[in-house]
C-alpha cells in the first residue's frame, strides 16, 4: 500500500475518532464545569474556566483540519500518480 493510500485512510480515521469523540469531550466538560468542592468551583481558579471552555473547540478543530489535510495530500498524490506505472520489481 502507497504512502498517499495511508495518508488517506489516517485523515479519515481522525475525523472519524473527531466525529465519535467530541460528545463524549462534551460530556466530561460539562463535568468539570459542575464540579464543586467545599465550596470552590472551577471559576476558583484563575483562566481554568475558560480553558476548559474553549478547549474541546480547538481539539475538534484541530482534529477535523489535520484529517482533512491528510485525505486531502493523499487524495493528490494518488490522483497525480495514477496514470504512471510503477517501475519497481516484483
Do not use: C, E, Y
Amino acid at each position: 500500500m502507497g504512502g498517499d493510500m495511508k495518508k488517506m485512510i489516517v485523515g479519515i480515521i481522525m475525523i472519524v475518532v473527531a466525529l465519535l469523540m467530541f460528545g463524549i469531550v462534551l460530556d466530561s466538560v460539562a463535568t468539570l464545569l459542575a464540579w464543586s468542592s467545599g465550596g470552590s468551583t472551577i471559576a476558583t481558579f484563575t483562566g481554568l474556566q475558560q480553558l476548559v471552555t474553549i478547549s474541546p473547540l480547538l481539539i475538534f478543530i484541530g482534529l477535523l483540519a489535520g484529517g482533512g489535510w491528510l485525505t486531502f495530500s493523499g487524495f493528490s498524490g494518488v490522483r497525480s500518480s495514477g496514470g504512471k506505472k510503477s517501475r519497481r520489481l516484483h
